[in-house]
């Protein structure tokens, strides 16, 4: 089975040679750099400049030439096998053998996440060497792997954040065919691929639009990374274009499941369609048959995008990410309260609205932000929001990049794997979580200009100004080999104790989940409620046409006592919970329960 996506950007192979077309609305004239000959392009209407070249061939490298001057790789090439400023590579997309045919996804209510950043999930930190991993996801209970950005950036190591070839995998971690056997490999085991892009902001090494195409950015918004992507003033239909067609490119041409919108309360549109809400209807419209998921990162919790249709499935967006729960257990594991965390002073309280409505915040006033955050989202299913324990973000964006499991005690962290894992939000853990990896998470870069190196280690020094915890502590170098090397995960852990328990705890929990909670929940929810039997303890229902499930956690240091489990079924319990008429919790334990209808 072939697959290629057709688009008005880069290099298209047609019957008459290769067709290569940029958008260049601040030259007159454009030059094609192809295996060491210079052709002229056409220029277009619009400040389209093309050229038809019968002698281009897959595996050609060329590059544009701008006025006789700059010489620059395609924004739209499909292969930088050089980085970023090397010259592009034509590829055929369809040449690829797919095997995978007769996959259309999976349900939403499945989903279980899998973040992993390719470069350091493995020691190789390749396409490859993740296929490997395959079977360990798929024997543990994963049912989706989510890779941080793969779109060319800088240098060869780097969250993928700073990317700047949208429609190129990073040559670091391998060749789009290796890319395309990793999600083939992964549909044949049943385990769906999504992919994070960055559409709020380019790197700030090797983005050369500004020199040729000064309109795809616009001084009108402002933004933590310069000059906002011009997505709503004159021009912008080919700028919204370039972001929708990327979007169709990933699921279509690679066959992803889903992708993850990388922060997008940074995308400033002021016009009357959204790109965030065009680009879901775009890829409802031209994928249908497929199950395709669409998760924000939406810092503003706006649950206007995660609106369902009568049958209760997604108008636009599948979920968002909810940092908000990540928050509360994270103050209620730690007692972290600098930053961000100050806004969870009742981490117990906020937990509860958590999971019993989506966010803490819809509406009320963040002392954090200075504003109101949030809207309502209780009507919402749990289905709607994405919960994790740590992320790349949670955990790199500490100055020593620790994970949870380094700042907390097994039995606390215990309760919440068993939280995040049972309850009905859709449960994401970070590469290596599931053994509880020793290895930190931590920033890194590779940056050529030694200036904008000294000013991201600089700026990485100041960033935690706001967290008092970390202001003494020596902030690793993003720009050492070093600092990603120790990134990487010892996969020989799993054997060894304590690791070797806390996988078998995580694949059991995920067994329940498939066995116990997923039945629930694929059928119509009826809501949601929480009560506080005591200040340090939750007693959450949720009713689904097919059954109710019930969370019951005691965060505090005496015991405490909450309601039997009635005509209900234990499903998991504390070491030590004997459920009769009541239920007596110990400090930091809890239960899940089922009644089915």
């Known amino acids: 089975m072939h697959r290629a996506h057709t688009m008005?950007?880069?290099?298209?192979i047609t019957d008459g040679g290769v067709e290569f077309s940029l958008w260049a609305p601040s030259v007159r004239e454009v030059t094609l750099l192809i295996d060491g000959s210079e052709r002229p392009m056409t220029a277009a209407a619009e400040g389209w400049h093309r050229l038809l070249d019968p002698q281009a061939r897959p595996g050609s490298l060329?590059?544009?030439?701008?006025?006789?001057?700059?010489?620059?790789?395609?924004?739209a090439s499909r292969f930088q096998p050089d980085d970023i400023e090397g010259p592009s590579?034509?590829?055929?997309?369809?040449?690829?053998?797919?095997?995978?045919?007769?996959w259309r996804g999976r349900p939403w209510e499945e989903t279980v996440l899998y973040e992993a950043h390719v470069g350091t999930a493995t020691p190789e930190g390749t396409f490859v060497?993740?296929?490997a991993k395959l079977d360990h996801l798929r024997d543990l209970g994963i049912t989706a792997l989510e890779l941080l950005p793969v779109a060319d950036f800088p240098g060869d190591r780097g969250w993928g954040y700073d990317g700047?070839?949208?429609y190129a995998p990073d040559h670091a971690y391998g060749t789009p065919e290796e890319l395309k056997r990793l999600v083939d490999e992964a549909h044949r085991r049943g385990i769906m691929v999504f992919l994070d892009v960055v559409y709020n902001h380019f790197g700030p090494s090797g983005n050369y639009l500004p020199n040729y195409a000064a309109s795809f950015f616009t001084e009108r918004h402002e933004t933590a990374w310069g000059a906002g992507i011009n997505f709503d003033g004159e021009a912008a239909a080919v700028v919204r274009d370039y972001f929708v067609q990327n979007a169709l490119y990933w699921l279509e041409e690679y066959n992803f499941d889903g992708l993850r919108f990388d922060a997008v309360h940074a995308i400033a549109d002021d016009s009357s369609r959204h790109v965030i809400g065009e680009l879901a209807e775009r890829v409802r419209e031209g994928l249908p048959g497929r199950e395709i998921h669409l998760v924000l990162e939406n810092a503003a919790n706006e649950a206007r995008w995660l609106e369902r249709d009568e049958t209760g499935r997604p108008n636009l967006h599948n979920a968002q990410w909810t940092d908000d729960t990540h928050h509360a257990w994270h103050r209620l594991l730690t007692g972290e309260s600098d930053g961000y965390y100050a806004d969870y002073d009742d981490p117990a309280r906020h937990l509860g609205r958590c999971l019993a409505e989506g966010f803490a915040y819809q509406g009320e006033f963040s002392a954090h932000e200075g504003a109101v955050r949030g809207e309502p989202s209780a009507h919402l299913?749990?289905?709607?929001?994405?919960?994790?324990?740590?992320?790349?973000?949670?955990?790199?964006?500490?100055?020593?990049g620790e994970r949870i499991g380094a700042l907390t005690e097994p039995a606390k962290l215990a309760l919440a794997r068993a939280g995040l894992l049972l309850s009905p939000q859709i449960p994401m853990l970070f590469m290596g979580e599931e053994w509880q990896a020793s290895a930190p998470f931590q920033y890194f870069v590779d940056f050529a200009d030694p200036e904008l190196s000294r000013a991201v280690r600089d700026g990485r020094r100041r960033e935690f100004g706001g967290f008092g915890g970390f202001a003494a502590e020596e902030v690793p170098d993003p720009t050492d080999p070093q600092t990603f090397a120790r990134s990487r995960l010892d996969w020989a852990e799993i054997e060894r104790p304590p690791h070797a328990a806390v996988l078998a705890e995580t694949q059991a929990l995920l067994r329940l989940r498939q066995e116990q909670v997923v039945p629930v929940t694929k059928l119509r929810f009826h809501g949601a409620t929480c009560q506080r039997p005591a200040p340090d303890t939750l007693d959450i229902r949720w009713d689904f046409e097919r059954g109710t499930l019930r969370f019951v956690a005691h965060f505090g240091d005496s015991e405490a006592v909450v309601e039997g489990p009635g005509s209900s079924s234990l499903i998991w319990a504390s070491p030590g919970i004997e459920p009769g008429a009541e239920i007596r919790l110990q400090p930091w334990t809890g239960a899940f329960l089922v009644a089915r209808s």
């Open 8 to 12: 008005p950007f880069g290099a298209r």
């Open 62 to 75: 060329y590059r544009f030439r701008i006025e006789g001057g700059l010489s620059i790789p395609d924004p």
């Open 89 to 102: 590579q034509v590829i055929d997309p369809g040449a690829f053998a797919w095997s995978d045919g007769e």
């Open 129 to 131: 060497a993740l296929t």
């Open 164 to 166: 700047v070839l949208h």
């Open 381 to 400: 299913p749990p289905s709607a929001f994405v919960n994790f324990l740590q992320n790349h973000d949670q955990v790199g964006n500490r100055a020593q």
